[in-house]
Antibody
Framework: QVTLKESGPVLVKPTETLTLTCTVSGFSLSNARMGVSWIRQPPGKALEWLAHIFSNDEKSYSTSLKSRLTISKDTSKSQVVLTMTNMDPVDTATYYC??????????WGQGTMVTVSS | QSVLTQPPSASGTPGQRVTISCSGSSSNIGSNTVNWYQQLPGTAPKLLIYSNNQRPSGVPDRFSGSKSGTSASLAISGLQSEDEADYYCAAWDDSLNGSNWVFGGGTKLTVL
């Protein structure tokens, strides 16, 4: 059974750096043509893609947030890590990680809610 | 403002057929495949349709997708109360500014 689970702080202060971890099971981060993406959803709003990383270490970032994001993976730990710098209250959202397969986000984690507030 | 345009709401009665549209451009829907996601209240999104019209294992055949030019549609036939959810379309966007996955603004489906 394929699962993904997000973990990280519930609350961060403005200007701080957010670090989120996605721990996967049921598949390997070295599987060809598979990757992991981070997607977020502010309360009551639409989904927004942030970044992805593939098995060959190919990375891509949202054009609008590229300067603030870094994605990396540790295949041995089955983890994908996203860092977002200079957090602002508008970054308050539920952050999801999702597996990329079939050219889509085929399996999603349950999400983790992050609030940015002083 | 989402790159892909969806109607904010849709509704139907049990048993009816409902369609949800998704409009894009040549840099996204016009040149890449479309995926659809269902998000039940308080839960994570779930893949409903991939590659324009393919259903993942376990998705009922009441759900179908289509694409023409720079637009796509999701159709739900035999509407059921458990279909009440938010629906999002998504596609890869290759523009001069850079490449991104883009989503629609979501359509809230109400089963009357």
């Amino acid at each position: 059974q394929v699962t993904l689970k997000e973990s990280g702080p519930v609350l961060v202060k403005p200007t701080e750096t957010l670090t989120l971890t996605c721990t996967v099971s049921g598949f390997s981060l070295s599987n060809a043509r598979m990757g992991v993406s981070w997607i977020r959803q502010p309360p009551g709003k639409a989904l927004e893609w942030l970044a992805h990383i593939f098995s060959n270490d190919e990375k891509s970032y949202s054009t609008s947030l590229k300067s603030r994001l870094t994605i990396s993976k540790d295949t041995s730990k089955s983890q994908v890590v996203l860092t977002m710098t200079n957090m602002d209250p508008v970054d308050t959202a539920t952050y999801y990680c999702a597996r990329i397969a079939l050219g889509a986000f085929d399996i999603w984690g349950q999400g983790t809610m992050v609030t940015v507030s002083s | 403002q989402s790159v892909l345009t969806q109607p904010p709401s849709a509704s139907g009665t049990p048993g009816q057929r409902v369609t949800i549209s998704c409009s894009g451009s040549s840099s996204n829907i016009g040149s890449n495949t479309v995926n659809w996601y269902q998000q039940l209240p308080g839960t994570a999104p779930k893949l409903l349709i991939y590659s324009n019209n393919q259903r993942p294992s376990g998705v009922p055949d009441r759900f179908s997708g289509s694409k023409s030019g720079t637009s796509a549609s999701l159709a739900i036939s035999g509407l059921q109360s458990e279909d009440e959810a938010d629906y999002y379309c998504a596609a890869w966007d290759d523009s001069l500014n850079g490449s991104n996955w883009v989503f629609g603004g979501g359509t809230k489906l109400t089963v009357l």
